[in-house]
């Protein structure tokens, strides 16, 4: 957004930022800060966004593109992370700026041209910054299918996500427009091994383990920790509606017990009862368990 803004005050003054111009020395047009910040709610939270004032000769600056943002927040917020995504999933500048604005936008060519270049420089660099420090204790793996409802086009985004000692997770790497694949997969391992990443202490790749069954793949010679959530949906889907609720309360302690064996004895108490009411939930349950408790085995290099 801020671009975008950027790019507009640019082509309304006839140059970048920082570069003078000797048309009009009585009464130069110039940049003058910023109006008064604006709020566009989407999904994701609270973006604040503010356009560029002027000052000088000429008549005045008004962004055409603030409004658009904010309409587009009233009207279709909702859809923009997704739409964003998908653009960034097929490699779209044009489609990334229809997501921000709903309509093409009126900036000259050049702008856009601009635009698009500095949009790829950013990705190139992200993704080629060093992974060497600070080492990475948890990484979570999985595919992002991104649909938007234009159509019945989707797009996908092999992601892995990493968490180091006493800092926020971050997004490591990126692949976009690949199906979920051992090659795949090997693919993003070679990017992340050429950026200096040490193998994670814990590995939690989302869905099934399949597509991590090729040999050449390290990490899952790691530790893997499969997914709680994706474990206690399959769970309850094998139980009676009216068992639900109970059940979810017994399966929520396993993964909150301070130790191994806790975690052990919740999962005897669930099974005993319903290994006989629902013998085919506590199959669920234990099935691929030692890598449900996989995060017990981490240790602190």
């Not at 140059?15 to 008064?36: E, I, L």
Request: aromatic share 8%.
């Amino acid at each position: 957004m801020e671009a975008l803004f950027e790019a507009e005050i640019a082509d309304y003054l006839g140059r970048p930022r920082h570069v003078r111009t000797q048309k009009d020395p009585a009464k130069p047009r110039s940049r003058n800060g910023y109006s008064r910040p604006r709020t566009v709610r989407l999904q994701c939270g609270e973006v604040t966004i503010r356009a560029p004032r002027t000052r000088g000769g000429g008549d005045p600056y008004k962004s055409t593109l603030l409004p658009r943002f904010i309409t587009r927040s009233e009207e279709r917020g909702v859809l923009l992370p997704d739409l964003f995504l998908h653009a960034l999933a097929l490699k779209d500048f044009d489609q990334a700026v229809f997501s921000l604005l709903g309509t093409a936008t009126e900036l000259p060519a050049e702008s856009m041209l601009r635009l698009r270049k500095a949009w790829e420089d950013d990705q190139n660099q992200w993704r080629e910054r060093r992974l060497d420090v600070p080492r990475i204790c948890l990484a979570w793996a999985d595919t992002l299918v991104v649909r938007t409802g234009r159509g019945e086009e989707t797009a996908t985004l092999l992601v892995v996500i990493g968490e180091p000692f006493g800092g926020p997770a971050e997004v490591l790497g990126l692949i976009a427009g690949f199906k979920e694949s051992p090659e795949a997969w090997l693919a993003l391992q070679y990017q992340l091994d050429n950026r200096g990443l040490v193998v994670p202490l814990l590995v939690l790749p989302g869905g099934s383990l399949k597509a991590w069954s090729s040999p050449e793949i390290a990490w899952p010679k790691r530790l893997h920790q499969l997914s709680w959530f994706h474990k206690f949906v399959c769970v309850l889907g094998q139980l009676p509606k009216e068992e639900q609720c109970r059940a979810l309360s017994m399966l929520a302690l396993i993964p909150a017990a301070a130790t191994r064996q806790e975690a052990e004895t919740r999962k005897a108490g669930f099974g005993e009862r319903y290994r006989t009411q629902c013998p085919s939930a506590v199959d669920v349950l234990e099935r691929d368990w030692e890598h449900m408790l996989a995060v017990y085995d981490i240790r602190k290099p």
